[in-house]
């Protein structure tokens, strides 16, 4: 990847690394991104890719890309599959260097005996409701299990016979044998095998028993030889353990774990299980549903990769939690957008009007600016004829002084192309306003008129008999508050966006883009970015998503409020 801007301060994690490179500590720096294969990858484990795979890219070192598939009950292949092509859409590749904790199984078991050895581990037979019971508080010390004191040679037994299958889930776990009264409440021997009589996606029925995360990580880290081992914040008392485990053990390598602050963005929930909630109770269409901020939900909408890695580098590595406005991300895909995406023009709500000075066979091409800031993007040609679309809110029966674009009598430009006046309404027998009928002045081609009259409002516009009729889905925040699984009272799916989708049909959008290829982003003029959906467009059937507005509408919601 890019090498990091020279003038950009460089975070905490990167200073310890180049630290560790100068003194000598380590050759060539291995981070790893370890992904539990339970759900999709969003937006906060951008973060996470970004910064470790960030880190190899920069320093010749490698990034592994490790599952961390210790739970068979929520883990699946599929997930697998989608984590693999997230972290390649985004822009980084692991190489050879993936790896799956299960294949580490073997070896962990073997650490565990180790620990039992060592009267370092011990097998307990409280139930989980017990152990809690057991467990203290942050006040209080933990009570000692009745069985942590039985022999070795009883815990190998015990431990061979949970492996074997012979007792059922639930009624004995292996637990490390530290300290009941540690300050640190991850420390009170804490569970380091569980039973779980279910299949593993890849290692089948072989094991009935799991190691759990405090024990894996730490030996998956140690056994890859990773030197730096970053995750968020949350696992900062976890860390007393990670190297416990690793000192009992007295392992050859000895990763170190720095933590950093999570990404949490506000109008958002994050987490998988809640994700997976969204996806299950079909609150939205799957988890790439583009209001979704999963990889996949982000790369559907539109957003690029550039934009993703680009954000969170604004978002930058700190060591405070804190929250991130949706806005931001909004921003960046609109910057990159707003320098790479060329200008079309589409109408989303069309009204008809006919320009009853034209003649009804004439055509003629009008040329546009593909980019108005940017002439090397070049040109195209737009069709124009006697009856054209423009858009419904473009037009106002009773306008006010100050509206400048269609009501009868008012003159407007019509963008690349001529100056029209209004001079009469169509209705319907409902009274709706069906058409209107329109006058040109032929000698305004381009827009300009040669006598200098000004003319403040310029709209788009797009010819009735050259439109590419299409599908439009506009997206909105899945969230109408700032935090929706913040309050304690209500359930954040109460808190959904009803107009979070508004899907359109028949918008009239100008001929050139029944071109346009699947990765291709386009600026519609006045209304934001757009993309072919690439899930359900097909040619009779294009369907575009706006990926972002021209301008951060919920900014001054927001700010009102506060
Ligand atoms: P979630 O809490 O959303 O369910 P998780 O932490 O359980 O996510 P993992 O698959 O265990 O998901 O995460 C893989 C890596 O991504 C971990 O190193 C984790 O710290 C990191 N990660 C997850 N969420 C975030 C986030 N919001 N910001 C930064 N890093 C994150
Ligand atoms: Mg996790």
């Known amino acids: 990847m890019t090498e990091q801007a020279p003038d950009k301060p460089v975070d905490f994690i990167r200073q310890i690394i180049a630290q560790d490179l100068q003194s000598g500590k380590h050759k060539q720096v291995i981070t790893r991104f370890p992904p539990e294969p339970n759900g999709f990858l969003h937006i906060g484990h951008a973060k996470s890719i970004c910064l470790n795979f960030g880190i190899a890219g920069e320093n010749d070192s490698v990034c592994h890309l490790r599952f961390d598939d210790t739970n068979p009950d929520k883990e699946s292949t599929v997930y697998v599959q989608s984590i693999k092509e997230d972290v390649h859409w985004l822009g980084f590749d692991w190489g050879e260097h993936l790896y799956y904790a299960s294949d580490y199984f073997d070896k962990l078991y073997e650490f565990a005996l180790q620990l039992i050895n060592m009267g370092k581990a011990y097998v307990c037979h409280l139930s989980s409701e017990e152990m809690r019971q057991h467990r203290g508080t942050l006040t209080e010390p933990g009570k000692e299990s009745p069985y942590r004191n039985r022999s070795v040679a009883e815990n190998l037994d015990l431990f061979e016979r949970m492996k074997n299958g012979d007792f059922p889930e639930g009624t004995c776990a292996l637990r490390a044998k530290i300290d009941m009264a540690s300050p640190n409440i991850i420390m009170r021997d804490p569970v380091i095998y569980r039973i779980m009589h279910v299949s593993h996606h890849r290692t089948g029925d072989k094991w009935c028993i799991y190691p759990m995360y405090d024990f894996t990580h730490c030996l998956s880290d140690m056994l890859e030889g990773i030197t730096h081992s970053l995750c968020t914040l949350e696992f900062e008392n976890n860390r007393t353990l990670y190297d416990w485990v690793l000192d009992t053990l ?20 994050m987490s998988k299980r809640k994700l997976l909630q969204l996806v299950e109770e079909n609150h939205v269409l799957g988890w790439d549903d583009p209001r979704m901020l999963t990889i996949s939900g982000l790369k559907r909408r539109g957003f690029t990769p550039a934009s993703i890695r680009n954000f969170c580098d604004i978002i930058g590595i700190g060591k405070r939690d804190s929250w991130i406005d949706m806005g931001v991300l909004e921003k960046t895909v609109r910057d990159d957008l707003n320098v790479t995406a060329p200008r079309v023009l589409g109408v989303l709500k069309p009204l008809k009007v006919v320009i009853t000075n034209y003649p009804e066979d004439k055509e003629e091409e009008l040329t546009a600016l593909n980019h108005p800031q940017d002439p090397a993007m070049g040109t195209r040609s737009l069709p124009f004829c006697r009856e054209l679309f423009v858009e419904q809110t473009d ?15 008012r003159e407007v430009r019509l963008r690349y192309a001529y100056l029209i006046t209004c001079q009469e309404i169509i209705k319907d027998e409902s009274g709706k306003v069906v058409e209107l009928r329109c006058t040109y002045d032929p000698e305004t081609r381009g827009g300009t008129a040669p006598d200098g009259r000004k003319v403040k409002g310029t709209i788009h516009w797009v010819s009735a008999r050259h439109t590419l009729l299409a599908e439009v889905r506009l997206y909105d925040r899945l969230f109408t508050v700032e935090h929706p699984d913040m309050d304690k009272e209500k359930d954040f799916k109460e808190f959904i966006n009803p107009d979070s989708l508004q899907v359109l049909q028949d918008c009239a959008l100008e001929p050139s883009l029944s071109a346009a290829g699947k990765n291709e982003r386009f600026q519609f003029e006045r209304q934001g970015y757009f993309c072919l959906d690439s899930k359900d467009s097909r040619p009779d059937h294009p369907v575009f998503n706006r990926i972002v507005t021209l301008r951060d509408s919920w900014a001054k919601l927001t700010k009102k409020k506060k």
Request: with cysteine.
């Open 250 to 269: 007295n392992t050859p390598c000895h990763p170190r774990q720095i933590e950093f602050a999570r990404l949490n963005i506000n109008f958002t929930v």
């Open 395 to 409: 037009f106002m029966e009773d306008a006010p002084r100050k509206f400048f674009r269609l009501s009868v009598g």
